[in-house]
């Protein structure tokens, strides 16, 4: 556990600092108070990359950020990310997504983003803590929203029965994946899948996101499905401070979702035609579930 929080403190450190002008990978270092050898083996022993590396593709994903959505020159954007060259930031962009930093800002394609998973979240998701904290009751407020006609991007999972088991089965690159494409109706959630979209041999639970009808691009390894206009209870938990309160909102929600009187307020959870979807949490939105629903006739 103390090799996990000083791996977890040399993340919330890159993602504090990583837009300072001073910022540096010597600075981490002495700010975490072990050699470069010792940093980066410890590092690399959970997350399978160094902290420079680390850093390398957090540049990357926010250059492809900037690309498709500003007229920043891709120069500019290339010194900002930390290369020295059009060129090296050329080549490092199109060996991280496959395709090139001009190609992209013409037609920006879904490409894997990456995400700073704190390693300390997955500990916490896999021993199952936080969920029940002594702490005051988040407020958790319910909308309903109507849903257009619209597809669903989605790839399906084998025996997955949560987010944990998923992204072992699957790996967590779909979320990166999925947020990249700017046309999505909402953040890429963690869903399960109607019953009349469930193949026998796989489990409900697939990771996905919403597009437009007209939405023109496939993903290798994603099926589309179109859905019907719905109905949804979107349950919400308040915003919090602390990232690792992450477990506890999730927590707030359920619990909310649990209690509720649908019937009370004349509707009813459907699972034939429309997926649920769990947007998980994040500090400044809360956590976030979508539940289908029906009016009671």
């Known amino acids: 556990m103390d090799k996990i929080k000083i791996v977890s403190e040399m993340q919330r450190y890159i993602k504090a600092h990583i837009e300072d002008d001073d910022f540096s990978i010597e600075k981490l270092y002495r700010y975490i108070g072990y050699s470069k050898r010792h940093a980066d083996r410890m590092f690399k022993e959970f997350l399978n990359m160094t902290p420079a590396e ?80 002594d702490k005051n009751s988040m407020i958790c407020t319910v909308s309903l929203i109507t849903k257009p006609k619209r597809k669903l991007i989605f790839k399906r999972s084998k025996t997955a029965n949560g987010y944990l088991s998923y992204c072992e089965e699957n790996g967590c690159e779909w979320e990166g994946l999925l947020n990249s494409i700017n046309e999505k109706f909402d953040t890429a959630a963690l869903i399960e899948l109607p019953d009349d979209l469930i193949k026998e041999g796989y489990s409900p639970i697939a990771a996905g996101v919403e597009v437009p009808l007209d939405y023109p691009f496939e993903i290798p390894g994603y099926e589309i499905s179109e859905l019907p206009e719905s109905l949804y209870l979107y349950f919400q938990s308040e915003p919090y401070e602390n990232e690792d309160d ?50 009671i006739e």
């Not at 209690?259 to 649920?276: L, Q, V, W």
Request: contains cysteine; positive net charge; aromatic residues 14%.
């Open 54 to 133: 680390y850093v390398k593709q957090i540049m990357l994903t926010n250059s492809a950020k900037k690309l498709s959505k500003s007229d920043e020159s891709i120069l500019s954007i290339a010194l900002e990310s930390n290369f020295q060259s059009h060129e090296g930031f050329t080549r490092a962009f199109k060996s991280r997504f496959s395709i090139a930093p001009k190609e992209y800002r013409i037609e920006p394609c879904p490409i894997p983003l990456f995400v700073q998973y704190p390693i300390n979240h997955y500990h916490i998701i896999k021993n199952n803590e936080g969920k029940d904290m």
């Open 246 to 295: 992450f477990a506890y909102a999730i927590g707030c929600v359920d619990r909310a979702i649990e209690k509720y009187d649908f019937a009370r307020f004349g509707y009813k959870p459907i699972k034939e035609k429309s997926p649920s979807f769990n947007y998980g949490a994040q500090p400044e939105n809360g956590a976030r579930i979508a539940i289908p629903v029906e009016k």
